[in-house]
């Protein structure tokens, strides 16, 4: 019986001429081929960076040279180092010249032809050339497992001891919530959302102070009693005030409505960045994710400020204070630089919040400031948040997964 062996049998298994072969196949009656692509992939390992395949390939290629003559190996089987012709129809079986298994089952297809029924087995313990042998109906037998190397790279230890220096020696950053009841870090945020909604102007509230104010400056505007040194166009402007602040009054009133709804349906996130390494943390770029059918704010909305009652000019400067009042300084120049850069919010297919901070000490903590807002109150709901920190000063990008568990609390 013929057989060939795989390059990865020469490396990494039992010095092929130790091997008891007769174990594997169950005869006696044993010849090993060596074909030209094996010895290729052997010379071609003979410089390998890893030490240990290196000097095996070597080891191997010395071996075969010193069997060209005697022809056989010490435990008595037979070795052929068979030339084979280079012209061969590799369309015609599907077959690629440039691949390493594909030149393998070529080599064997060709030797088998010639072979008169003595066919040649495979033995390899890779999954990849064995479907492909099979797939052209040449005989497979993967290796006895004890036989595998048990290969310690001698770098290894200086490695690990590395590995462990810069474990020790690197910034541990990871984002958690806080939770000030108990003062506590965590990867679950859980709080309860009241549904109140007192503090809102109803409708029919609304509308009598917008008639009120409107009555109140009818009359205003049916006073046409103004000082004589009063200019008509001073005149003009100060009822042209007066028409618009009804309008005015109005969009506050809503304006206000609006903004207290979206508070009630806001809730604070109380992230903490975490340093617990014993290195500063520099560069620090942090990426969160969130659901797309939430909003997210860096802060509380503003109030609106109430609309100033128009005045009654009394004299020709009071029809241009509000010119004066109009100035306002340039202070673009000031250097406002700040530590945290953020929150930068994007929307895509999900919504994408980026926080940059120049610099994190050891055994510190930084509070990145964001609020969650939904759509109504029907849509409150549970969500997974998911981050991604990049670190100037540590090699590995930093992941992980937050929850958010939300309880909606009717009010009495």
Same mark, same amino acid.
């Given at each position: 019986m013929r057989f060939i062996l795989d390059?990865?049998?020469?490396?990494?298994?039992?010095?092929?001429?130790?091997?008891?072969?007769?174990?594997?196949?169950?005869?006696?009656?044993?010849?090993?081929?060596?074909?030209?692509t094996i010895i290729k992939e052997l010379d071609d390992k003979k410089y390998d960076q890893r030490d240990h395949i290196g000097k095996r390939a070597q080891e191997?290629?010395?071996?075969?040279?010193?069997?060209?003559?005697?022809?056989?190996?010490p435990c008595g089987i037979a070795i052929e180092f068979p030339s084979l012709n280079d012209k061969f129809d590799w369309d015609s079986v599907g077959l690629n010249s440039q691949n390493a298994d594909d030149r393998i089952i070529a080599e064997v297809l060709q030797l088998n032809k010639v072979s008169k029924?003595?066919?040649?087995c495979i033995v390899t313990a890779d999954y990849g050339l064995e479907l492909k042998a099979k797939n052209h109906n040449i005989k497979v037998m993967p290796p006895i497992e004890?036989?595998?190397?048990?290969?310690?790279d001698p770098r290894d230890k200086e490695i690990e001891k590395l590995k462990e220096i810069i474990k020790n020696t690197v910034p541990k950053v990871k984002l958690f919530f806080y939770n000030e009841k108990d003062n506590t870090y965590k990867d679950t945020f859980e709080a309860s959302m009241g549904d109140d909604e007192t503090g809102l102007f109803?409708?029919?509230?609304?509308?009598?102070?917008?008639?009120n104010i409107k009555e109140d400056i009818q009359r205003k505007l049916s006073d046409n009693d103004y000082d004589l040194f009063l200019s008509k166009e001073c005149i003009k402007k100060y009822k042209d005030n007066l028409r618009k602040y009804p309008d005015e009054c109005l969009k506050y009133l809503r304006d206000i409505n609006d903004?207290?709804?979206?508070?009630?349906?806001?809730?604070?996130?109380p992230f903490i960045l975490d340093n617990s390494g014993n290195l500063p943390a520099e560069d620090l770029d942090i990426w969160i994710t969130f659901p797309r059918d939430l909003e997210v704010s860096g802060g509380i909305p503003e109030f609106p400020e109430q609309p100033k009652k128009?005045?009654?000019?009394?004299?020709?400067?009071?029809?241009?204070?509000?010119?004066?009042?109009?100035?306002?300084?340039?202070?673009?120049?000031?250097?406002n630089q700040k530590d945290l850069i953020g929150p930068e919010i994007e929307f895509s297919t999900? +919504?994408? #919040?980026?926080? %940059?901070? /120049?610099?994190?000490?050891?055994? !510190?903590?930084?509070? *990145?400031?964001?609020?969650?807002?939904?759509?109504?109150?029907?849509?409150?709901?549970?969500?997974?948040?998911?981050?991604? +920190?990049? #670190?100037?000063? %540590?090699? /590995?990008?930093?992941?992980?997964? !937050?929850?958010?568990? *939300?309880?909606?609390?009717?009010?009495k």
């Open positions: 390059t990865n049998m020469y490396l990494h298994y039992d010095l092929f001429t130790e091997c008891k072969w007769s174990d594997l196949f169950g005869v006696d009656d044993l010849i090993l081929v060596v074909t030209p191997v290629i010395s071996k075969f040279r010193n069997m060209l003559n005697d022809g056989k190996l029924g003595n066919d040649i004890a036989w595998k190397r048990k290969l310690k109803d409708d029919d509230y609304i509308n009598k102070i917008y008639e903004i207290k709804t979206k508070i009630s349906l806001m809730i604070e996130i128009p005045h009654r000019p009394k004299s020709y400067a009071d029809c241009f204070s509000w010119d004066i009042n109009a100035i306002q300084l340039d202070n673009s120049h000031l250097n999900e +919504i994408s #919040v980026h926080y %940059h901070l /120049k610099k994190l000490k050891h055994g !510190l903590k930084y509070p *990145l400031p964001l609020f969650v807002i939904f759509e109504s109150k029907q849509r409150i709901h549970n969500f997974q948040i998911e981050y991604v +920190i990049n #670190v100037g000063n %540590h090699p /590995k990008q930093i992941n992980g997964k !937050l929850f958010v568990m *939300l309880k909606k609390m009717k009010l």
